[in-house]
């Protein structure tokens, strides 16, 4: 019943996330005279576009809070964002391994990310845990800022929320990203 009510409070989250998107394009378009004119090849992108390669790989290194214990986590990851509506939403694919007593948890999962606000991005996931031969689903919904060095390279600060079995753990890292 938690994953259903999670599932859906994620959905509405980005319908009124991407109804405030379209208004506010909407408006620019309405509103920005540079829109209309046609564009030169010597235009410079602006801030926005500068760090929205469609590709992007990250490793990430941090920790998970489960039951009651921090462990450490190092994962890796890539999103590939949709060309469409301003490169608003991506698709994701990641792997994760906490180093956790008495066994090492393994992640491998896919799901969405939507970058609603400038470098704020929302991701939503689900995919399976591994612990020694068992596995287990897991949705896990996070949300993170990316803090841009450069044109290619971003240090991004997320927290996830996993969901296996009813138990909730915290997981908490630092990516080191390049968009190409």
Request: net charge negative; no cysteine; charged share 15%.
């Amino acid at each position: 019943m938690k994953l259903k009510s999670l599932v859906r409070n994620l959905i509405v989250i980005s319908l009124v996330v991407f109804n405030s998107y379209m208004a506010v394009s909407q408006e620019e378009a309405l509103t920005d005279p540079t829109l209309t004119k046609e564009v030169s090849s010597e235009h410079k992108p602006s801030h926005k576009e500068d760090h929205h390669h469609p590709h992007h790989v990250a490793i990430a290194a941090g920790g998970a809070y489960i039951g009651g214990s921090n462990y450490f986590s190092l994962g890796l990851d890539y999103e590939y964002r949709l060309p469409f509506l301003n490169r608003l939403f991506g698709i994701l694919v990641l792997g994760e391994l906490t180093l956790a007593d008495p066994h090492n948890l393994g992640i491998v999962a896919g799901g969405i990310v939507i970058h609603p606000f400038y470098d704020f991005k929302l991701l939503a996931t689900v995919g399976t845990e591994i612990e020694g031969s068992a596995t287990a689903f897991l949705f896990r919904a996070g949300a993170g800022y990316d803090i841009h060095i450069g044109d290619r390279f971003a240090i991004s600060p997320t927290v996830y929320m996993d969901l296996v079995h009813g138990h909730i753990a915290w997981v908490y890292v630092a990516g080191f990203g390049v968009g190409f």
